[in-house]
């Protein structure tokens, strides 16, 4: 089937690429925009401590904002298909305490990170089930595994608790090593980061997300397996929660029952100042880890400043509020301006 | 004409003697349809006739419980949708099914892009593909520009693109020039002709009967869920074909009373809200049909946005029974004897979820209260009748509003709001996407409501309508008032010149 020549009235001739340019602009500019916040952060606290920006310093903003990357690339992940996993917090706990245990009994370290990860997969497996079976709003099935899964972490771990003692000193010097000032758990996470990205960028299962997420149903009629790509999703998230879960005792070497509790918060609010947006479709993991080391930073910078550490959680929040305006403003701004182009169009033809 | 089967080809696709149901209720009983290539074929019927389950039965999201889907003549299973697209058979829905924040690129080929080497996703070949496609259709929309914010025409346009890209043999469109204007439709019926002359067979579903004997050589009808008749156009009048879809003889579709109009109720003066509209003013008076027409984006909807209050205005004032109105107050607008009818029934007029009772309850809430509490006694009563009055067709009136069909939705909002004794009636496109039976009734209603002395100013982009029914007609073009024509003088073209910004002629 050819067409050649048809109705030679176009309704609508769109000035050429204003559109995507536009686009682009706007989201190229949300991360950009992180990034500088996050710039002047630092330059910031430079100026009013010198010691700040040491290879130390350096090393420390990296490794704080390691695990978070890694929950957060998960989690935005999910969020672009329009749901939530809150149980990264708990899969994360239970995941790290399992390592520390097979490392206990004189494991290899290898096998401890896989067998993490293996953990976050089972977990990760039953959310993606019970979401993309049970049509049940994923934020009320997640809550429920959140204190299911840190039930079996309660009941099975008790008083016990694991301190770096008990581990094998490789393991851990390997949580707090790295090439001068890059952590070894930092490279760890640019990795998985990049390949996320690239996934999402360019294979056809990553572009289906954002389809989903924008339409699930015209994701359905485009006949993409949603289900099945909400299982897969969900696992993957499970599977970075059970590796942050061998990192974070790679890097703090001390887990016990309590582990984790209350991360998935954190791990959203990252994401969410990311610019990956709740109502799904759109955000970039680069966004989220953007927004995961922003978060974390706040917490280095204000003892250098001088500043109280209780003032941490509330300048989280007004971050994540931050975030949340902007993205409505800009919603806004764009919706503004394809009217505009439309109406221009429309004049024109 | 004969019958192309005896003549010409097999047909591409078809439907034997298939059936339906959901729950306890029948959508489709023993249904056939053949379509045949080089065709265009029209599904005719009613709301609710069934055709919505028919399509989506070709299109492999229903699967029939009894009775065959042929392609090629050979019985076939679409086990989904992904089925019926690689069976060569594309469905543009009534409801666009885009993604609103992929680029129309990535809409076009989702699923199915160009793959470079390790199966990764080939950008550049997809946007030069959409490109080409773009250039065979004669549009010049962007592939990299996101589907958001993309007229209903527009995105048509990239649905008949996603069919081209896989040189679909077989085209469905339901309702596709529900919201375009003129000239739209008549781009899509070039691209259309096109596609069929090339040896496509499209079935086409319009309630605007005039599209269907414009384009079609066949025509189907359902009524009730049941097969009626397969048979060619040629020789058939709009009468007949409203019949088999009605089952009875039709009153007029158009049935204005003569009504002496009375004082100036709705009085808008120099109206204007920045960017949007311009200095726009009319009356209405009692007993008065007001037709306002004008090309999709004119600025129709907003002026009567503005009037109600939901929008604020910048300059100018609106006036019921000489009472000024306060800028962005619906509330006192409705107090002062206005109501809207809002075009987008499901997202404005509507709460899909709630009974139909509680629905028309909505605007009583202030007057159905006694010390403070909800009578829900007086609620019910007063929806019941005004769900009678207007021939609502729903099995409980405790049913949620989504299980009825378009036409009976919209009669839901029109009781909503005759409920409150409006004496001026705003409604916009009251008659979009509802079948030729309840058009009818909406008419005679709007039009008795008229001869009791309300004021109604009637927005529509339905030519016919306008200059069937309103007793002036006022048309916008770039959001100004650009003519006043009284209803001896109003004729198709010199509502389209003013309407198209040509000076009337």
């Known amino acids: 089937m050819t067409v050649t020549a048809t109705d030679p009235t176009p309704v609508s001739e769109a000035p050429k690429s204003s559109g995507t340019r536009l686009v682009d602009r706007v989201l190229r500019m949300r991360e950009l925009a992180i990034l500088a916040v996050f710039l002047v952060m630092i330059v910031i606290t430079q100026l009013g401590n010198s010691e700040f920006l040491s290879e130390q310093g350096i090393k420390d903003l990296l490794l704080n904002a390691t695990i978070l990357v890694i929950v957060a690339t998960g989690q935005s992940l999910v969020v672009m298909t329009r749901n939530v996993d809150l149980s990264v917090g708990s899969t994360l706990g239970i995941s790290a305490f399992a390592t520390g245990t097979y490392l206990q009994g004189g494991g290899n370290p290898l096998v401890a990170v896989l067998l993490a990860v293996l953990t976050g997969v089972g977990f990760g497996l039953l959310n993606g089930l019970l979401v993309s079976l049970g049509q049940v709003p994923a934020l009320v099935v997640t809550l429920g595994t959140l204190y299911i899964i840190r039930g079996i972490d309660s009941i099975w771990v008790g008083s016990r608790q694991i301190t770096a003692a008990d581990l094998p000193g490789g393991f851990v010097g390997f949580g707090s090593g790295g090439v001068s000032a890059v952590p070894w758990l930092a490279l760890i996470a640019l990795a998985v980061l990049v390949a996320t990205a690239y996934y999402l960028e360019h294979f056809g299962g990553g572009r289906e997300l954002y389809a989903l997420g924008s339409d699930p149903e015209a994701a359905r009629l485009a006949g993409i397996p949603v289900r099945k790509r909400i299982l897969a999703v969900y696992t993957f998230c499970g599977a970075l929660a059970g590796l942050a879960g061998a990192l974070y005792l790679a890097r703090f070497g001390n887990v016990d029952s309590g582990t984790g509790n209350g991360y998935e918060l954190t791990v959203v609010s990252a994401v969410v100042v990311g610019g990956v947006v709740f109502t799904g479709g759109s955000g970039s993991v680069y966004g989220a880890a953007l927004g995961a080391l922003l978060l974390t930073s706040v917490n280095s910078v204000l003892p250098a400043l001088g500043v109280s550490s209780v003032w941490v959680l509330a300048i989280n929040g007004v971050l994540l509020i931050l975030a949340i305006a902007v993205d409505r403003i800009v919603a806004l701004r764009v919706a503004r301006t394809l009217e505009k182009l439309k109406k221009r169009s429309a004049r024109r033809g | ?505």
């Open chain 2, 1 to 505: 004409m004969t019958h192309p089967s005896d003549t010409g080809p097999a047909p591409v696709l078809a439907l034997r003697d298939v059936s339906k149901s959901f729950g306890a209720v029948r959508a489709l009983r023993d249904v056939s349809l053949e379509l045949f290539p080089g065709e265009v074929h029209a599904l005719a019927g009613e709301n609710g006739a069934g055709k919505s389950t028919l399509i989506k039965t070709l299109a492999g999201v229903h699967r029939p419980d009894a009775g065959q889907v042929l392609l090629d003549g050979e019985p076939t299973v679409f086990h989904g949708p992904a089925d019926a697209r690689d069976a060569g058979i594309a469905v543009i829905y009534q409801e666009p099914t885009l993604f609103p924040d992929l680029s129309i690129a990535e809409n076009i080929y989702m699923g199915r892009q160009p793959k470079r080497a390790l199966g990764r996703i080939d950008h550049k070949a997809t946007y030069a593909a959409t490109l080409e496609l773009m250039r065979r259709l004669g549009v010049g929309l962007d592939p990299g520009r996101p589907a958001r914010g993309l007229s209903i025409a527009d995105q048509q346009i990239v649905e008949i693109a996603k069919a081209l890209s896989f040189d679909a043999r077989v085209l469905v469109m339901d309702e596709p020039t529900a919201a375009l204007t003129g000239s739209e439709v008549a781009r899509l019926f070039g691209v259309v002709r096109t596609l069929r002359d090339q040896g496509a067979a499209v079935l086409f579903i319009s309630h605007r009967l005039e599209e269907i004997f414009e384009i079609c050589r066949r025509v189907t009808t359902l009524r009730d869920g049941a097969f009626v008749s397969s048979e060619p156009l040629a020789g058939m009048t709009e009468d007949d074909l409203v019949r088999r879809m009605v089952g009875r003889d039709l009153a007029e579709l158009y049935p204005k009373q003569e009504v002496e109009a009375g004082a100036v109720a709705l009085s808008v003066r120099r109206l204007t809200r920045e960017g949007v509209f311009t200095d726009v003013s009319f009356e209405v008076r009692r007993g008065e049909i007001v037709g306002l027409a004008g090309l999709v984006g004119a600025g129709r909807t907003e002026v009567a946005r503005a009037v109600f209050g939901i929008d604020r205005w910048d300059a100018g004032e609106v006036e019921v029974d000489g009472k000024a109105l306060t800028n962005g107050a619906p509330s006192t607008a409705m107090a002062a004897g206005l109501a809207l009818v809002p075009e987008d029934r499901r997202a404005q007029g509507l709460v899909m979820d709630m009974s139909i009772e509680r629905n028309i309850g909505l605007t009583g809430l202030r007057t159905t209260v006694k010390a403070g509490l909800m009578d829900r006694g007086a609620e019910r009563s007063r929806s019941l009748d005004w769900a009678v009055k207007l021939q609502v067709k729903y099995a409980r009136i405790a049913d949620t509003v989504s299980t009825l069909s378009g036409g009976n939705q919209q009669k839901v909002v029109l009781a909503k709001w005759l409920a409150t004794g409006p004496k001026v009636l705003i409604v916009d496109e009251p008659t979009r996407g509802i079948d030729v039976g309840t058009k009818a009734e909406v008419h005679r209603l709007l039009s008795q409501l008229a001869a009791d002395g309300v004021a109604v100013l009637m927005i529509s982009s339905d030519l016919p309508e306008i200059l069937g029914m309103a007793d002036r007609v006022l048309v916008m073009h770039e959001g100004r008032v650009t003519a006043a024509i009284p209803r001896a003088d109003a004729t198709e073209e010199t509502v389209m010149a003013a309407a198209t910004g040509r000076a009337a002629a």
